[in-house]
């Protein structure tokens, strides 16, 4: 119903989509209604005596203007289209959707309250715009994190980046921008949620623990709920625990972690194996650890046991006689003196051996510093992935090496340097040049080529053109091992 309601009984109603409106802006339109009158209705819901506008937010502010000038009274008329609340809303939300004057921060506001009240579809009717449009700013307004929303509202963030975020819980969503900022792409956010949990528990138990999950453009699942994961993943450590029958170490200060980087099925059983092997090396294995990677904590039978104090010493009670940061720097000094005194021997065959081996197994001689893994702020890659890429040169390692290899028995293994060659070969790092080799492409990336980049590639060495990829895929395996393949010439054939 149209009528008209004096100035004063209006108020700006707290669902009105527009939020910002302009000094300039609001000057403009204070003069014309000065001029000329209100010209457009206003529309709005009655409460009590009071009538709340949800759309004409502009034209109240500048009528108050005009009111604080004394330039119109509080009883001046003002034609108002009065509509119960809920359809007063929806006219509101569905005419300021289709003004291109918006903001960012407006917009998402407007999307969600139309969405709320008439569902997806309905909106999608009313507005022309596309349920996947108002479903991203519907998801932004309900799930993005506040901290984020000002980055995306200001620009720094695109709609891309805020639709991936929304797919992970608000904490995940800061702890992953506090640490990227704004320069990534989904797939960063996808590895990072990957190197954040290598997880002991399986996905179905995450589902029943009420765990979301983010899907990546190949249908492949992450875990988004990175606070549950975590939970997860200490409740599982304590199983493992319990069966090898240790104990879980939070904090340690013992000298060594046996990490765990292979994860069999059968991992259990695969612990109790290595803890024999380090029980056999003359090593004590003293508890089980989990920070980012599962690790057996290793300490020295005689180093840790304490002294007990003979009667004429009176130690200070609940304090070490060396300090724990001493320890550790003492231990360090040792770890050094180790290498100098290596060095020194000028062992090369010996010092080639110990590289090697490492290679082959942490756990046959000492903890490594070191694995090989893709770099994931590069690649964004799941350590899965980059296992299975150098697999085949871990394997030549160990057909050189033989059945446990000690550091003795590669000294004098004869293929010694090949094995070192391979192993330096591995630690150069980001390769100059995007060439890789036919034999060394596993299935995924030869099928993400372009087909026709792998028929060019059949043809220049007078294999005939395939018609599918499937087919192409086939025949490059049937060339020689080191055929080439060039990831800027795949690049350029479209």
Known sequence: MLQNVPVKSLVLAPENPRKEVSAETLGELSESIRAVGVLQNLVAYREDERYFVVGGGRRLRALEALLQEGAITPDYPVPVRVMPREEALEIALVENLQRED???????????????????????????????????????????????????????????????????????????????????????????????????????????????????????????????????????????????????????????????????????????????????????????????????????????????????????????????????????????????????????????????????????????????????????????????AWEPLLAKLREIAGEEPTLESLAENPRLEEAFCLVAGMGLGRAEKAVALAGLLNEKTLKGLPTAYLNRVLEANGLQAAKTKKEAIERIRSLPFETELSLEEAEKTS
């Open 102 to 388: 918006m903001s960012p921060a407006e917009e998402v506001e407007a999307v969600a309250k139309l969405v709320d009240l008439v569902g997806l579809a309905e909106a999608a009717r009313r507005t022309g715009k596309s349920p996947s449009y108002l479903r991203l700013r519907h998801q932004i307004h309900h799930r993005l994190a506040d901290k984020i929303k000002p980055l995306l509202l200001q620009g720094e963030l695109t709609w891309g980046q805020a639709e991936a975020l929304c797919q992970v819980d608000p904490e995940t969503q800061v702890e992953f921008v506090k640490t990227y900022r704004t320069h990534w792409s989904p797939s960063a956010l996808y590895a990072y949620l990957d190197r954040a949990i290598d997880p002991l528990f399986s996905l179905e138990e995450y589902a029943q623990a009420g765990g979301t999950v983010a899907y990546d453009l190949d249908g492949k699942p992450h875990l988004s709920d990175l606070k549950l994961a975590r939970q997860l993943q200490i409740r599982a450590v304590a199983r493992i625990a319990e069966a090898l029958d240790l104990p879980v170490v939070e904090k340690s200060s013992y000298q060594r972690l046996a990490r765990i980087w292979h994860r069999p099925d059968n991992l259990v059983e695969y612990l109790q194996e290595q803890i024999e092997r380090l029980q056999e090396s003359g090593h004590k294995v003293v508890g089980l650890s989990y920070d980012h990677t599962l690790a057996l904590v290793v300490g020295s039978e005689e180093a840790e046991q304490p002294q007990a104090p003979t009667s004429s010493e009176k130690p200070e009670k609940n304090k070490p006689a060396i300090s724990e940061p001493t320890r550790h720097r003492f231990r360090l000094a040792a770890e050094v003196a180790q290498a100098y005194r290596f060095a020194q021997a000028a062992d090369v065959r010996k010092a080639m051996a110990f590289f090697v081996l490492l290679m082959i197994d942490p756990f046959a001689y000492r903890t490594p510093r070191w694995r090989w893994t893709a770099d994931n702020h590069v690649y964004s890659l799941s350590n899965e992935e980059a296992r299975e």
